[in-house]
């Protein structure tokens, strides 16, 4: 009898180091879960087969025999980079609209999106806003500066007759050529060396595009697209979008042997 006390005793005592032991590797084991910050994912944003990430997109590349040099995008604002968002033109898919307000350019695509592209748009009293239609497409066009450009800028003259096409070249890696009525209006949606002056108004009225930008709209648009110019994208500028041409034209014409599209 004098025995049990000293058993339940030693029992007692193994009990509370268990219970001990179990406690603390709880609390251990807490310790870890609780430090532990587990981050949700993030959801990716709308993407499209042909588009990689803005490295590849915007890097060197051999097009058509010439050498176009990588846009150094880490000095970019990253809004300008080619993405695909949500529509806000409310336009038909194909549609082109341009936002001056923001520097925009956007292409409609089916189920509510569009790709937009960051634009450089015309300097002061170079500015227009109206609608046409992309008619015709050149790839690597030769640049004819047009009298009225060569009158302002004398240094001109001897291209007169044509710049050959190639990286430095005003129109770039690609032009679409703007139409209204049946007649080309002399303005272009075309690429620029000059990847700086994206977003900003530079040019003498017609939408400069990054020339990797370009040869990628160059390639979705393949048949006439309806193209819209306007102030902004609030519902009165798409109201009150009439032509209002005060930019000068960028070159002389439609090559000769440029696509027209059917």
Known sequence: ??????????????????????GAASVALSACTTTEVVTPPVAAPPSDPAFGDVASMYAARVDEGY???????????????????????GEKP???VVDVSEHFLYLVRDGGKAIRYG?????????????????????????????????????????KDGMPPGPQSPLGARALYLFRDGKDTMYRLHGTPEWDS??????????????????????????????????????AAKITAVSNRTAEPIDAGVPKDAEMLQ
Do not use: H
């Not at 009898?1 to 179990?22: K, Q, T, W, Y």
């Not at 980079?81 to 529509?87: C, L, T, W």
């Not at 497409?137 to 004398?154: D, G, L, N, S």
């Open 1 to 22: 009898m004098s025995d049990i006390p000293l058993f339940f005793e030693r029992l007692n005592r193994r009990a509370f180091l268990g219970a001990s032991a179990l």
């Open 67 to 89: 050498q176009l040099p990588a846009i150094p995008v880490a000095k970019m604002d990253p809004k300008f980079v080619r993405q695909i968002v949500s529509d806000p033109t």
């Open 198 to 235: 994206i977003g900003k108004n530079a040019s003498s009225g017609c939408v400069r595009f990054m020339n990797q930008d370009i040869i990628d709209l160059y390639g979705r648009v393949n048949g006439p697209a309806p193209v819209f110019v306007r102030a902004n994208l609030s519902a």
């Open 119 to 159: 634009v450089s748009l015309g300097k002061a009293g170079f500015g227009w806003t109206g609608s046409a239609v992309v008619q015709a497409r050149k790839k690597w066009p030769v640049w004819t500066p047009p009298p009225e450009m060569i009158q302002r800028r004398p240094e001109l003259a001897k291209y």
């Open 94 to 96: 194909g549609t082109i």
